[in-house]
């Protein structure tokens, strides 16, 4: 059992950045593939980052491609997504994702464990 709890969201302004994190319980973290999707209200659940467990792989979403970067510290049980130049369409609920032993990154049903998320509003 994994239970995930997201972090760091809030309010920013347009082209402003935040860093959400999200801890994990459990002594196998560096087992899992961990992701970051995200909804907006009317809208599906959406892929926007993974980093597979070993850290040395990662995929993104093309709207976020060149502005977020995941990263994970596996002696802190800790995934991060590093959001700069933020947009209003940035604006959702991320959700944290974990994967057991496995690289399917866009795959919401691949997932094993969420967190609860975390509220990001962009300001214009």
């Known amino acids: 059992q994994v239970q995930l709890v997201e972090s760091g969201g809030g309010l920013v302004q347009v082209g402003g950045s935040l860093r959400l994190s999200c801890a994990a319980s459990g002594r196998t973290f560096s087992s899992y593939t961990m992701g970051w999707f995200r909804q907006a209200p009317g809208k599906e659940r959406e892929f926007v980052a993974a980093?597979?467990?070993?850290?040395?792989?990662?995929s993104y979403s093309d709207s976020v491609q060149g502005r977020f970067t995941i990263s994970r510290d596996n002696a802190k049980n800790t995934v991060y997504l590093q959001m700069n130049s933020l947009k209003p369409e940035d604006a959702a609920i991320y959700y944290c994702a974990a994967d057991y032993i496995s690289w399917a990154p866009r795959v919401l049903s691949s997932y094993d464990y969420w967190g609860r998320g975390t509220q990001v509003t962009v300001s214009s």
């Open positions: 980093i597979k467990w070993s850290g040395g792989t990662t």
